[in-house]
C-alpha cells in the first residue's frame, strides 16, 4: 500500500474535463487505487470511476489523499499526484 | 398569456409548438429465480453493449461535424463502462436477483441523487448526463427505439420539461426555431447547445408542461424571457417587426466587424486586441485591429511543467510580432502573484496576496526569470513593432529600476552581437492608484501606458474582485473610476504620450462612449468583443460622448451611472 496527499489547484476543481482526464489515467494501472476528500472528510471511493470521483465534490482547494495496492501502487500514486499537481493545464 | 423564464439564448420566434417528450422508464421493483442468475447477467451485459453500440454510432457521427459535442457522449460512453456503476449493477443482479432495468435504476439514481445535492453547479448539471445514459440503458433493456428531435416536418417552438444531450444530439437544426423548457439555467446543456446553434432559448418557465399544448402558436421573447401564449394579432405584428428589427441588428453588428473604427462624425478611433497565447487565430484577428493593447505572456509560463526558456519564449513572441507586422505589440511582461501561481515556481504564502508581491514586484525578486524574457523579448524585436509594457507599477522607481534593468539586458546582447530594435518603446499598467494619481509624472518617464481598469477597480473600491463577498463593492461604473481615468489620460494627453484602457471596461459597449468622452483614442479588448464597440462608435459623435463623460463625472453613485447609461444608450438605438 502506498499512500501520498495534494490539493487540487486547478480553477475548475476534479469536476468536467480533469475528472475525466483523471479517471481515465487511473485506469491505466493495474493497482486498486482509491481517492479521499481530506478537507470534507469523505471517501475513500474507487479513483477509477468517474460517479465516485465526482461524488466525492472536490473543488480547487481541497484536499486529497490517493492510496494505491498493488504491484504498480507506488507509479500509480506518483502519477496520478503529477497530473493533478500540473492543475491539468488549466 | 404571458409566462417568465431566463432567456439564455438570444432571439425571438414565432410559431407551433411541438412538445416533446422523451423516453421516460417506468420500473417497478422485480425480482427473479435465483437460478436464473446467469441469464440475467448475460442480458445485462447485452443490454449495456448495446447502448454503448448506440453511443459510439452518435458519437462517430459527431466527431466530424461538431467535435464539442461528440465530447459530450464520449463521456456517456465513460459512464456507461465506470468501473464502479457496472460492479453495483451486476452486485444488484447476482445477489439481490433484481431485474436488470431496477438494478439499473436503484444503482443510477443512487448517484443522480447524490450529485444534484452538490454545492458545485458543475457538478449538479453533470446529473443529466447521468440521468440520460440511465434512460438510455433502461431503454435498451426494454428493445425500445430511440425516439429524438432529429426529423421535424415542419418548423417548431420544441417544449420540454427539459432536454437531455441525447435529445438535441442530432437537432434538426433548420426546424427548430425556439427551444423553451421548465428546467434549466444559463449553464445548462440545453442552453449550450441552443447558444451555439443561435436558437433563440427561454429556460425555467414555471409549470411550462403543465399548461403548453402541442401545435399551439407562441412568441418567444428571448431577450426578455417573455413567453406568450394566444397572441393577439397586434401582438404577432409587433412581433414579428421586433424579431426582423432584431436579425438585422445582429447581422450589422457582425458586419462590423471589419469596419474602421470610426465615431459618427467621422473621428478614428484604434481598436487593440487583448491577447494571450499568441497562437494563429489570435494573429489571424489583426486584419481587424490596429494593435495590440495587450499580450499577455502567462500563458507560455503557466501552460508547460516549467519555466519557459529563452527560445521558447523567443519563437512565441517572434510569431506574435511578426503576424502583427507594423502593428505595435503591448507586450506586458510576466504578471504573476496574487491569484495567478506557477506550479513549478515556489512562492511564499502572503497574508494579503494582492497587496504583496506580484507583477513586477515579483520580477525584481526573481530578476533572473525577468531578464531571461526581456532578452527573448528584445530578441523578437526585430520581427515587428515591440513595446515592452510593465505591469503593477506604483511608483517612479519601479520605472527607473525596470529600465535600469532593460538597458543592462540591451549590453549584454550588444556585447555579443545580438541584433534588437534599438527604438523599443516602454510604458506601463496603470492599475494601482498611486501611479494613477502621478500619472502627469508618470507620463514624462514612458513612451506609452494602458490603463488595466480591472486591478484599478479592485485596488480604489478596496474590494477583492475574487472575493463572492463583496462584488457588490466592486463596481465598475464606480464614479471614482471615471474621475480617475479622466485624470490619466488628460495627463498623458497633454504630455502628448500615447494612452489606452485594456481592462474589460475597454471593450465594454456601454463604458465604451465614456471613454472616448473622457479623451481616449486606443481602447484594446477581446477579438469577441471589436465589432459591437465598432458598432457602438458609430452611433455617437464626440460631441455627444463627451457630455456623457461629463454627465457620467457628476453622478454620485455606480448605480446613477448605469440607470445614465442604459437610458443614453437606449435613446441612441
Given at each position: 500500500m502506498y499512500t501520498r496527499k495534494t490539493t487540487i489547484i486547478n480553477?475548475?476543481?476534479?469536476?468536467?474535463r480533469p475528472a475525466s482526464d483523471f479517471v481515465n489515467a487511473a485506469g491505466k494501472f493495474k493497482s486498486r487505487i482509491t481517492i479521499k476528500n481530506i478537507t470534507e472528510d469523505e471517501g475513500p471511493m474507487n479513483a477509477k470511476s468517474i460517479i465516485h470521483v465526482l461524488s466525492?465534490?472536490?473543488?480547487?482547494g481541497t484536499e486529497v489523499e490517493l492510496s494505491a495496492q498493488g504491484e504498480d501502487e507506488k507509479e500509480a500514486v506518483d502519477f496520478l499526484i503529477e497530473l493533478i499537481d500540473s492543475g491539468f493545464g488549466e | 398569456m404571458f409566462y417568465k423564464g431566463n432567456p439564455v439564448s438570444k432571439g425571438i420566434a414565432l410559431g407551433k409548438v411541438y412538445v416533446y417528450k422523451p423516453y421516460t422508464p417506468e420500473i417497478t421493483e422485480k425480482t427473479f429465480e435465483p437460478f436464473r442468475i446467469d441469464e440475467y447477467l448475460q442480458r445485462y451485459k447485452d443490454t449495456k453493449a448495446s447502448a454503448e453500440m448506440e453511443l459510439q454510432r452518435i458519437h462517430a457521427l459527431l466527431s466530424d461535424k461538431d467535435p464539442e459535442k461528440a465530447k459530450i457522449f464520449a463521456a456517456h460512453i465513460d459512464i456507461v463502462n465506470d468501473v464502479a456503476i457496472t460492479e453495483e449493477i451486476m452486485d444488484a443482479i447476482q445477489y439481490?436477483?433484481?431485474e436488470p432495468d431496477y438494478a439499473i435504476e436503484t444503482v443510477f439514481s443512487k448517484y443522480i441523487k447524490m450529485i444534484s445535492k452538490s454545492k458545485d453547479p458543475v457538478i449538479r448539471e453533470r446529473a443529466a448526463d447521468f440521468q440520460d445514459v440511465k434512460n438510455r440503458l433502461i431503454r435498451n433493456w426494454h428493445g425500445i427505439e430511440e425516439s429524438n428531435l432529429?426529423?421535424?416536418?415542419e418548423p417548431v417552438v420544441v417544449a420540454a420539461y427539459d432536454l437531455l444531450p441525447s435529445d438535441t444530439a442530432a437537432l434538426d437544426r433548420k426546424n427548430v426555431i425556439a427551444i423553451i423548457t421548465e428546467t434549466g439555467s444559463f449553464t445548462s446543456h440545453s442552453a449550450i447547445i441552443a447558444r451555439s446553434y443561435e436558437i433563440p432559448a427561454i429556460l425555467g418557465?414555471?409549470?411550462?408542461m403543465s399548461f403548453i399544448r402541442h401545435g399551439e402558436e407562441v412568441i418567444v421573447d428571448a431577450i426578455s424571457g417573455d413567453l406568450i401564449t394566444e397572441p393577439g394579432k397586434e401582438q404577432i405584428e409587433q412581433y414579428t417587426l421586433m424579431r426582423s428589427q432584431y436579425i438585422k441588428k445582429v447581422r450589422e453588428s457582425k458586419e462590423y466587424?471589419?469596419?474602421?473604427?470610426?465615431?459618427?462624425?467621422g473621428v478614428r478611433i484604434d481598436i487593440g486586441l487583448n491577447i494571450g497565447s499568441g497562437n494563429d487565430e489570435e494573429i489571424g484577428?489583426?486584419?481587424?485591429?490596429?494593435?495590440?493593447?495587450?499580450?499577455?505572456?502567462?500563458f507560455l509560463y503557466m501552460s508547460g511543467d516549467s519555466m519557459p526558456t529563452e527560445e521558447q519564449q523567443f519563437e512565441v513572441y517572434k510569431n506574435v510580432l511578426s503576424g502583427f507586422k507594423d502593428k505595435p505589440v503591448y507586450l506586458r511582461t510576466l504578471d504573476i502573484g496574487a491569484d495567478k501561481t506557477l506550479p513549478y515556481l515556489d512562492l511564499p504564502k502572503e497574508e494579503n496576496p494582492f497587496l504583496g508581491c506580484r507583477g513586477l514586484r515579483l520580477c525584481f525578486d526573481q530578476i533572473n526569470i525577468f531578464k531571461t524574457q526581456l532578452r527573448a523579448a528584445l530578441r523578437a524585436s526585430v520581427f515587428g513593432k515591440l513595446c515592452i509594457m510593465l505591469p503593477m507599477?506604483?511608483?517612479i522607481e519601479d520605472i527607473r529600476s525596470a529600465n535600469a534593468i532593460i538597458e543592462e539586458v540591451k549590453s549584454e546582447l550588444s556585447e555579443i552581437g545580438i541584433p534588437f530594435d534599438s527604438n523599443v518603446k516602454i510604458g506601463v499598467m496603470i492599475e494601482v492608484p498611486s501611479a494613477a494619481l502621478i500619472a502627469d509624472m508618470i507620463a514624462k518617464e514612458v513612451d506609452f501606458a494602458s490603463i488595466g481598469t480591472n486591478d484599478l477597480c479592485q485596488y480604489i473600491t478596496a474590494?477583492?474582485?475574487?472575493n463572492p463577498k463583496v462584488t457588490q463593492y466592486?463596481?465598475?461604473?464606480?464614479p471614482a473610476l471615471f474621475r480617475l481615468i479622466d485624470y490619466i489620460v488628460s495627463s498623458f494627453n497633454k504630455a502628448g504620450k500615447p494612452i489606452s484602457v485594456c481592462g474589460e471596461l475597454g471593450g465594454d459597449p456601454q463604458a465604451i462612449p465614456v471613454l472616448v468622452g473622457l479623451g481616449l483614442r486606443r481602447l484594446s479588448m477581446s477579438s469577441s468583443a471589436v465589432a459591437s464597440a465598432k458598432a457602438v462608435l458609430s452611433n455617437f459623435t464626440m460631441d455627444q460622448m463627451k457630455e456623457m463623460a461629463q454627465q457620467v463625472k457628476m453622478l454620485p453613485a455606480s448605480e446613477d451611472v448605469i440607470e445614465y447609461l442604459v437610458k443614453t444608450q437606449n435613446i441612441k438605438e
Open positions: 480553477k475548475t476543481g476534479l469536476h468536467a466525492l465534490g472536490m473543488g480547487p | 439481490d436477483h433484481f432529429s426529423t421535424l416536418s418557465i414555471p409549470s411550462l466587424l471589419d469596419k474602421e473604427p470610426l465615431t459618427k462624425d484577428h489583426s486584419q481587424f485591429s490596429d494593435f495590440v493593447g495587450l499580450f499577455r505572456t502567462e507599477v506604483s511608483c474590494a477583492d474582485r475574487l466592486y463596481q465598475s461604473y464606480h
